[in-house]
Nanobody, 116 residues
Framework: QVQLVESGGGLVQPGGSLRLSCSASGFTFSSYLMSWYRQAPGKERELVAS????????NYADSVKGRFTISRDNAKSTLYLQMNSLKPDDAAVYYC?????????WGQGTQVTVSS
């Protein structure tokens, strides 16, 4: 079965950096577009970034362009999100996600808190 396990969240000061990881199993990771989403309290879940199966194309939400970088290591079945210049508005639970056929799968999420 599909499993997505995020890690790397935590508390960081504004302007700081974090690197999130998502370990995937139960499907052929290298064949699928992968995405990071986030959800802040009281807000809808939003797409942060996506990366194609081969890693050659990426897409970002306007709010994170130039600050976040999505990447993947297909040999390790792992997805990453490098987050720099973090702002309080970036605080949320971050989820790794994959769409297989008609079903979207989610990890359990990792909490990112940005506060001084």
């Amino acid at each position: 079965q599909v499993q997505l396990v995020e890690s790397g969240g935590g508390l960081v000061q504004p302007g700081g950096s974090l690197r999130l990881s998502c370990s995937a199993s139960g499907f052929t990771f290298s064949s699928y577009l992968m995405s990071w989403y986030r959800q802040a309290p009281g807000k809808e879940r939003e797409l942060v970034a996506s990366i194609t199966s081969g890693g050659d194309n990426t897409n970002y939400a306007d709010s994170v362009k130039g600050r976040f970088t999505i990447s993947r290591d297909n040999a390790k079945s792992t997805l990453y999100l490098q987050m720099n210049s973090l702002k309080p508005d970036d605080a949320a639970v971050y989820y790794c996600s994959v769409l297989r056929v008609i079903r979207r799968f989610w990890g359990q999420g990792t909490q990112v808190t940005v506060s001084s």
